[in-house]
């Protein structure tokens, strides 16, 4: 489960870029985040306090980055 408060981020990584997670990943590694894994079709990344999900777009939708403060499952 998700928190309710956190940010919310709709983004275009470009339709050269489908996979909006793997796009991310090289920026985030490089900004110390520690990818968590997959859980139920999101990307799951930790750093600190912090926990962000990737989630692909719907057909035709932008993709979206939830920021959470808090340490959420799948993140040790």
Known sequence: ???SD???WRFDCGAE???A???LAPALKE???TFCGD???RS?????AMTIFIEEGAAGGLPTLRQI???AAPCP
């Open 1 to 3: 489960m998700i928190a």
């Open 6 to 8: 956190g940010t919310t």
């Open 44 to 48: 799951a990344w930790g750093k600190g």
């Open 31 to 33: 900004q110390g985040w």
């Open 39 to 41: 859980l139920a079709g």
């Open 69 to 71: 403060p808090e340490r």
């Open 17 to 19: 870029n489908a996979n």
């Open 21 to 23: 997670a793997a796009a």
